[in-house]
């Protein structure tokens, strides 16, 4: 049995304090109450506290991750966090691709495949994320969309650089909408995206490869996403902000 992933996704969301006060709780809860077993929980925190959060959880089996990374490997980018900076303070996860980052970011395939390779580069494991609009699935497209999103990125890895990836559905209909896909659509989608794969790279891979799915994870729903066949966990932005709701996902 694979283990399953849980991400907490806190996109622009807390201060220095927060986030040192969350993560500091959180580990004694989820100790005390032993709810880690057989299961790998990641937070993502913003870039300023990506360090500290880091240095909380030395020694834990809790891991950190960043939530973007610049797609060149240092020079004039104002404002911009390069691979190699998060390799230095000790980060070796980095979500990519979040329909946020292409949406409000202007952020498209050919960007994300030179943040993949980038990442790559400097042996950073990678979250990315696919999905598709109301609009395109309104119009029963998303199976081409999500194929194209990753012919156009993950699919110009080899398989050994494949070994580094944890694919996130996440429909965009869905992510903070409060709109979740239904278990049977989530289920599907993530079906296909396990035999793009299998097609692509063959059964080892296909069978290995995480798969999780994202938008509007609740600790309701949680769990009857989480007994899907092909869903391996989830990435869960709103929900992984209230620690008792986080911590009943990770629990379902
Ligand atoms: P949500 O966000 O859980 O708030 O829908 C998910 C995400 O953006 O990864």
Redesign the pocket.
């Known amino acids: 049995m694979k283990k399953k992933i849980v991400i907490a ?1 806190w996109k622009m969301n807390y201060d220095l304090h927060e986030t040192t006060f969350f993560i500091r709780n959180f580990l004694k809860i989820i100790f005390e109450r032993k709810i880690n077993h057989n299961k790998k929980i990641i937070i993502s925190p913003s870039f300023p506290f990506l360090y500290i959060s880091n240095q909380i959880l030395q020694g834990t089996s809790l891991r950190i991750s960043a939530q973007n990374v610049h797609h060149m490997d240092k020079g004039s980018y104002t404002g911009e966090v390069s691979a190699s900076m998060l390799k230095s303070i000790g980060i070796s996860k980095v979500i990519l691709g ?1 329909s ?1 980052r292409r949406g409000f970011f202007f952020e498209k395939n050919d960007v994300l495949l030179k943040k993949i390779k980038i990442s790559l580069k400097y042996g950073l494991k990678i979250i990315f994320c696919i999905g598709e609009t109301e609009t395109e699935r309104k119009k029963d497209q998303q199976f081409d969309i999500i194929k194209n999103q990753l012919e156009k990125t993950v699919f110009h890895c080899s398989p050994d650089e494949i070994k580094l990836f944890c694919i996130a559905y ?1 429909p965009i209909w ?3 909408t409060g709109k979740n896909a239904t278990y049977k659509q989530a289920q599907t989608m993530h079906e296909f995206i396990r035999y793009l794969f299998l097609k692509k790279y063959g059964e080892y891979i296909s069978n290995q490869i995480y798969i999780l799915y ?4 609740t600790d309701l729903n949680a769990k009857y996403f989480f007994l899907q066949k092909d869903i391996d966990g989830g ?5 992984s902000l209230k620690m008792e709701k986080f911590l009943k996902i990770i629990k379902s």
Request: no cysteine.
């Open positions: 996704n979040h946020e996440e869905a992510i903070g994202g938008g509007s994870i990435l869960v932005g709103n929900s």
